[in-house]
């Protein structure tokens, strides 16, 4: 009796091995002869040298695409540069008044930009256009001063900040009142 070193079963055939096995499922290979695809390749090298060599040389059509790329990049870096001076211009302090609150986990930050809101990794930014009123709540035991800003599409943010004494709950309302005076104007 013979028997038959390894496997005995046969090589699995269909398109979970071999996706060619179903016609149309993948595009056909393109037949050319042997030698056609060795002369493409070199004919391809050598127009790509060409080109990087016409580039090096100053009046040719690429080098002037490639000083034209240069003059577009320079004139982004300087647009970049403007803004960058715009942007200090904004952040610049400006003489109103500010309210800021803060606990280990919670800050408020109200100003002439409007109110930032942050807890713990996330934060929120609402300019004054975006805001149709702000609620200050402060509890009747305990430190935890509540502030909670409102959308005029009648959603609402809010944040809790722990208090040091329950003495801060009066001089955190005169300075967010300050401030709201200043900088919220309501739309009736």
Do not use: N
Request: net charge negative; hydrophobic share 35%.
């Amino acid at each position: 009796m013979e028997q038959r070193i390894g496997s005995g079963s046969q090589p699995l055939e269909g398109a979970g091995f071999d996706p060619a096995f179903i016609p149309g499922l993948t595009s056909p290979a393109s037949v050319a002869p042997k030698g056609a695809k060795k002369e493409d390749a070199a004919e391809e090298a050598d127009s790509e040298e060409t080109a990087l060599d016409d580039a090096d040389e100053p009046g040719t059509e690429a080098a002037d695409v490639i000083d034209d790329a240069d003059d577009d990049a320079e004139a982004a870096v300087d647009e970049a540069d403007e803004a960058d001076d715009e942007a200090d211009e904004e952040d610049a302090p400006v003489d109103g008044p500010v309210f800021e609150a803060a606990d280990r986990r919670a800050r408020i930050v109200v100003d002439h930009k409007g109110v930032r809101l942050t807890l713990d990794d996330q934060e929120c930014e609402f300019r004054w256009d975006e805001i149709g009123a702000i609620e200050t709540e402060s509890p009747r035991f305990g430190k935890r001063y509540t502030i909670t800003v409102h959308t005029p599409d009648r959603r609402w943010y809010p944040i809790e900040i722990e208090a040091t004494a329950r003495a801060r709950f009066k001089e955190w309302d005169e300075q967010l009142d300050a401030v709201l005076d200043a900088y919220f104007e309501e739309s009736d």
